[in-house]
């Protein structure tokens, strides 16, 4: 029977041994498996892992948004596993892969900003509103209120509408918006 020590001591080169078995090829595919999984995981659920993303201070996503970094995790990966298998030694093949996975999250995180910054805003806010000429779409009655219609760029925005001193006004005459209170607009006749 061994003694405890010596048992330890086998069991910790066992277990160093393992270690050594794992060639930098086998670890470079390992990273790129880990990060295209990823990849592939915040794809199908991307609205999980959003609450990380990190956002540049002009809007999109910026170098540190977790889908750059799973993009510059898988192509520093696959380019240090190329590298290895062509002959060059784990130290080249990590500069190789940094560079790659630069230029692959550069380009992500630019196509992302670009792709940020094309999204518009249907929300309407209420100095947009004020000036506008619209049309009474349903009659306002006097003391009572209405409804009106205006075209705010390429949107049609209506809005419950009463004049400011109680005048009804018709149906499909022109009005001019003087006023936002809330979801309720004062109007004038145009």
Known sequence: ???????????????????????AFTVFLAITAAGFIYLMISAAFGEIFEHFDGLDDHGGPGFFSTRVLAVFVTAFGASGAVATY????????????????????????TLGRYLYRQQTSSEVRAHDLVGQVARVIVAIPA?????IRCRIGEELVDKIARTRDGDPVHENTSVQVEEVLGETVIVKRH
Do not use: D, E, K
Request: hydrophobic content about 45%; proline content about 10%; glycine content about 20%.
């Open 1 to 23: 029977m061994r003694p405890p020590v010596a048992h330890l001591a086998s069991v910790g080169a066992h277990t160093m041994n393992f270690i050594p078995s794992l060639s």
């Open 86 to 109: 062509y002959g060059l030694g784990p130290l080249p093949a990590s500069v190789a892969g940094i560079a790659t996975g630069v230029v692959f999250g550069s380009l992500i995180g």
């Open 143 to 147: 003391g009572g209120v209405g409804q």
